[in-house]
């Protein structure tokens, strides 16, 4: 059986901003499933400011540090825009925001709505079509490579992106 409903609090610091856009669905969409009903959500992370002007200051402060992160990593985090309009889609609603340095650090409080919307539904992806850090060339593959992929039980989830079916799939690793 999947875990459902199990925690009270999920806390994301500084994870959110790290993510492309179908990794942050994906993840938010995790959370929502993981966490109670009366449970809630704090995400604390690198926002895009919302007046014109500080997005410009900010950009203009940020410049030399992101360029000392892009050569040391050869990656680098891009602030998220529209936030709220994520955790909206995903089932949860804010109940409290603080912003500060220029409103590009946003410390957010959210619960589940009482009701789940159709765009909550899981989307899962396959190993082959996992994108992340840890399978990219400069890095490697950190993570334990599965020896084998299965579908979990004969569960099918619409997935609202591309309107079809998708099966979960368990790894099962020789760890």
Known sequence: MRCRHHFDLIISTLVISELYAQQRQWALRQMFRILKPTGRLIIAGEVQPRHPLQRVIYRL??????????????????????????????????????????????????????????????????????KSIAKTPQFG????????????????????????????????SNV
Not at 68 to 96: M, N, P, W
Not at 113 to 125: E, G, I, R, S
Request: glycine share 4%.
């Open 141 to 172: 593959n950190i993570l334990p490579a599965p020896t084998q992929s299965e579908p979990i039980g004969k569960t099918c989830y619409l997935c609202p992106e591309k309107r079809q079916s998708t099966k979960l799939f368990a790894h099962k």
């Open 61 to 130: 402060l940020r410049l030399p540090l992101a360029l000392v992160t892009y050569l040391v990593s050869q990656t680098g985090t891009c602030a998220v825009k529209g936030l709220g309009t994520e955790l909206d889609r995903a089932g949860f609603e804010i109940t409290a925001e603080k912003r500060s340095f220029l409103e590009s650090f946003a410390t957010i409080a959210a619960r589940k709505k009482d009701t789940l919307p159709a765009a909550t539904m899981v989307c899962a992806m396959r190993p082959e079509e996992d």
